[in-house]
């Protein structure tokens, strides 16, 4: 790749950048400087103005004043169609994907009509080979887990082979071994002359990767710093003014069984689905139970099955306190005490148009008043109650869901679930988007609800959160689940192992050196 401008000219220079919503000041006069073939972190908590920032670079929000140059020229970026001519390209946290075409027919409609959709599925071959991101091409979009939809979101910006490519939380659901070989890809583009905008909550990725780093907090630059030189704690402390609280764990008081799956064999709803194979587990109350995996192994079909979204599953094979749910609808379930986080935010977990409050109806029905009558005042100040809970940035409890940042609308959902006091909490990716002190928030409340008495399964791709959280860990690999194994006889190799599928072969070791040791000498 050739850069098109002299190496001490600005990749990207903005200057006095500004944008107001009402009862939101997003951008406060903000500037930001990019080199050629610098990776460059944007830092900030939820809500500080990142993501704005980045779409009025890509010419999906209109500032209100500033000048933005883009190399050395002055330029006024219309809409996103003028950002790719100028050799920008975005990958955003929340994916622009049409669910019924596939990947190839995304990735073409976005491209120059140059290529024949052909060309298109064979350069999408390529790039996946090269990058090492596993995508098949001919895959509808309705059939990929969120880790899939991003990788097809990277590859279709990497096609347009950019001069700037600005990431919005690119690794928030890779597994710690895409994120090595995409991190690969980034430094090669680099070295290309390529400059790279990087957004991430990840303190030690940016340090890992980044040569250079912009902090903003409230909308305004609070510091500019080298992250290699600096540590994940004083870092936070430019983000968020101080460290994270440390998370503390007592030892689990098990109560009854509140989550037993029972051998379930389920197969797939798609050609690209996963087959679920002899699945069993058990959640007690007053535990954590995780479920670690690459995406895409069958822990989106689990998750239906345990939502009530698919009811296929065979009489006798899920079982929530003592009863049989296999064919129960999710309004029953709820009933039961079940609450569900997933990992769609948009779509899934909330209604992009529809405001806060109304929200909250999707899973909540203490403001629901007779004859399905809303008590509006009960429901706005539940909607309160809920936002102040992990302290989610909003102009209120009327603004629409899609108007949050990621990270703000992943507290309201998980707010939502545990302010309802479950039973059972079924949570998905619960951190995937926020900033270090709203994770250690939501960390906290899981912890607190499980000591409460709940039992919790957790499904994460963060091995990290995994560890921090659970009390016991099973892996899902291919549709199947491995044995579960004590946190305290869990590592990150015996776990990474697991996620191919060997578990057997690790059990038959573990089980043999037992019985050498009870055989004596």
Not at 104 to 116: C, D, F, H, M, T
Request: aromatic share 4%; with cysteine.
């Amino acid at each position: 790749m050739q850069p098109s401008a002299e190496p001490d000219t600005p990749r990207l220079a903005l200057s006095g950048i500004s944008k107001r919503y009402p009862g939101v000041v997003a951008n406060d006069a903000v500037d930001l400087i990019v080199m050629p073939g610098q990776i460059h972190a944007l830092l900030g908590e939820n809500g500080a103005g990142k993501s704005t920032l980045m779409k009025i670079v890509y010419g999906a929000v209109r500032p209100d004043a500033g000048v933005i140059r883009f190399n050395g020229e002055m330029v006024q970026v219309r809409n996103p169609q003028q950002a790719r001519a100028l050799g920008i390209s975005m990958v955003f946290q929340h994916f622009s994907l049409f669910d019924s075409l596939s990947v190839a027919q995304n990735v073409w409609i976005g491209l120059e009509q140059k290529l024949s959709l052909a060309e298109v599925t064979q350069q999408i071959r390529d790039k996946a080979s090269d990058y090492g991101l596993d995508i098949d091409p001919m895959r509808l979009v309705h059939t990929l887990s969120v880790g899939e939809m991003q990788r097809v979101e990277i590859i279709r910006a990497l096609l347009g082979e950019p001069q700037l490519l600005i990431l919005d939380e690119p690794t928030s659901v890779l597994t710690p071994q895409a994120v090595e070989k995409l991190f690969a890809v980034l430094r090669r583009l680099a070295d290309q002359g390529c400059s790279i905008l990087y957004i991430s909550h990840k303190l030690h990725e940016i340090r890992a990767l980044c040569t250079a780093c912009t902090v903003l907090r409230s909308g305004r630059v609070s510091a500019v710093c080298d992250p290699r030189e600096q540590s994940n704690a004083s870092l936070s402390r430019m983000m968020i003014g101080a460290e994270p609280p440390v998370i503390q764990r007592s030892a689990p008081r098990l109560g009854a069984v509140e989550l037993e799956i029972r051998g379930l064999n389920l197969p797939r709803l798609d050609p690209f689905g996963v087959d679920l194979d002899q699945v069993s587990l058990k959640v007690c109350a007053g535990e954590i139970v995780g479920i670690a995996g690459v995406s895409g192994n069958g822990q989106r079909e689990l998750l239906f099955a345990l939502s009530g979204e698919d009811l296929r599953a065979p009489t006798g094979s899920i079982w929530m306190a003592g009863q049989d749910v296999a064919r129960l609808s999710p309004r029953r379930r709820r009933a039961l005490g079940l609450h569900f986080v997933p990992e769609e935010r948009l779509g899934r977990g909330a209604v992009p148009s529809f405001g806060l409050a109304h929200n909250l109806l999707l899973t909540r029905n203490e403001a629901m008043g007779p004859l399905g009558w809303i008590r509006t005042h009960m429901m706005g100040a539940q909607a309160q109650r809920v936002i102040g809970r992990l302290g989610v940035k909003t102009s209120g409890v009327h603004a629409a869901a899609r108007s949050l940042s990621g990270g703000n609308l992943q507290k309201f959902i998980v707010s939502r679930e545990i302010d309802a006091a479950p039973s059972l909490l079924i949570i998905s990716q619960p951190t995937w988007g926020v900033d270090v002190g709203a994770a250690a928030q939501i960390h906290a409340e899981i912890l607190a609800l499980r000591d409460a008495g709940c039992a919790v399964l957790l499904v994460s791709e963060e091995l990290e959160e995994l560890f921090a959280l659970s009390d016991r860990l099973y892996v899902m690999a291919r549709g199947r689940l491995s044995p579960s194994v004590p946190i305290a006889q869990a590592s990150i190799e015996r776990i990474g192992a697991w996620m191919s599928g060997l578990w057997h072969e690790s059990v038959q070791q573990h089980l043999q050196t037992l019985e050498s040791d009870h055989a004596g000498p």
